[in-house]
């Protein structure tokens, strides 16, 4: 069974960094694809950043250029780097692996203020 365990988020003022950490069990880490993900209240979760297992990225256009997704597999951890952070990023960030199943993190609560 794999487990992801996130940590890192947290309360920032706008304009400010955070990094979430990802760390899978298992040894499926290498082989699947790794993505964040975030849901704000009432809305759907959405695709923030997903990195493929050879090293291809995708960002969703709202966070382009201030958040960064990498990945050290000595770790099994997934990083989300998030700079220049907005209020509108609030939200619960959520990790993810994705290949023959599909595995989530619990979810860790990013609250920007403004």
């Known amino acids: 069974q794999v487990q992801l365990v996130e940590s890192g988020g947290g309360l920032v003022q706008a304009g400010g960094s955070l990094r979430l950490s990802c760390a899978a069990s298992?040894?499926?880490?290498?082989?699947?694809?790794k993505g964040w993900y975030r849901q704000a209240p009432g809305k759907q979760r959405e695709l923030v950043a997903r990195?493929?297992?050879?090293?291809?990225?995708g960002y969703a256009d709202s966070v382009k250029g201030r958040f960064t997704i990498s990945r050290d597999d000595a770790k099994n951890t997934v990083y989300l780097q998030m700079n220049s952070l907005k209020p509108e990023d609030t939200a619960v960030y959520y990790c993810?692996?994705?290949?023959?199943?599909?595995?989530w993190g619990q979810g860790t609560q990013v609250t920007v203020a403004s």
């Open positions: 298992g040894n499926i880490f290498r082989l699947y694809t």
């Open positions: 993810n692996l994705a290949g023959v199943r599909t595995y």
């Open positions: 990195l493929t297992s050879d090293g291809s990225t």
